[in-house]
């Protein structure tokens, strides 16, 4: 029985710590740095791209060892060292604090796990087997990878537009949530796909008008 809580966090301009400066910790920065996460990585060493990161200001690298005082402020803290001491450590004092921590590849040093991850634009499909299987999550990433293309986060840059404009023009809620769900279910994500674009206009506006203009 898993007993974490799915839920995604909003890091941009927060405090996130790294502790290594290897490759691991590499890949985490670079997610983190996507989603606009402020980056303190603590290390003696740093791989090539993190020195790289570090002198065009993009993170802050405290050269040396750990110390907890580096966590003040800090909102999340990740541990990507090979020492396990170090990342028993690290785990400590973020418990200590009540702040989120994620040891690589050590659940019993967590008390959050990162999820394999698809992302389309806005769509983020996450996949997590609660630490159990990694080599499960990445195989149904890479199917998910598969079925869900560029075109969603087409779609959903269409929908957003949308849906501003319909909270505006259709105050009857009813309505709205019957426009939404046939623009779903409708072949608007086909015709992304094949670059009609006047056809997906003309298909979204056709629906709304004939929704919008029904008697209850």
């Known amino acids: 029985m898993s ?19 290897g490759v691991v910790a590499e890949r985490k920065i670079n997610l983190l740095l996507k989603k606009g996460a402020n980056i303190t990585i603590i290390s003696p060493d740093l791989t090539e791209s993190l020195h ?14 750990f110390h907890e005082r580096y966590l003040d402020e800090a909102q999340l803290i990740i541990g990507a060292t090979n ?33 394999s991850v698809v992302e389309r634009g806005d769509l983020i499909i996450s996949i997590s087997t609660s630490g159990r299987s990694p080599a499960l999550s990445k195989k149904i990433r890479k199917e ?31 309505k709205r949530e019957k426009i939404f769900d046939s623009l779903v ?11 009609k674009e006047e056809k997906i206009n003309s298909l979204i506006d056709n629906l709304i008008e004939k929704i919008n203009h029904q008697k209850e």
């Open 144 to 174: 998910l990878e598969q079925k869900y293309g560029e075109e969603y986060s087409q779609f959903l840059s269409i929908m957003g537009r949308i849906r501003e404009e319909l909270l505006l023009k259709v105050k009857d809620q009813k």
């Open 185 to 195: 279910n409708s072949d608007i994500i086909d015709l992304i796909k094949q670059g």
């Open 83 to 115: 020492d396990n001491r170090v990342n028993e450590e690290v785990y400590n004092a973020a418990k200590k604090r009540n702040i989120l921590v994620n040891i690589v590849d050590s659940p019993k040093y967590c008390n959050f796990i990162v999820p």
């Open 52 to 65: 790289s990161l570090a002198e065009e200001n993009k993170i802050t690298h405290i050269k040396g060892k």
């Open 3 to 21: 007993y974490y809580y799915p839920i995604y966090l909003d890091i941009k301009d927060r405090k996130c710590v790294v502790v290594g400066g």
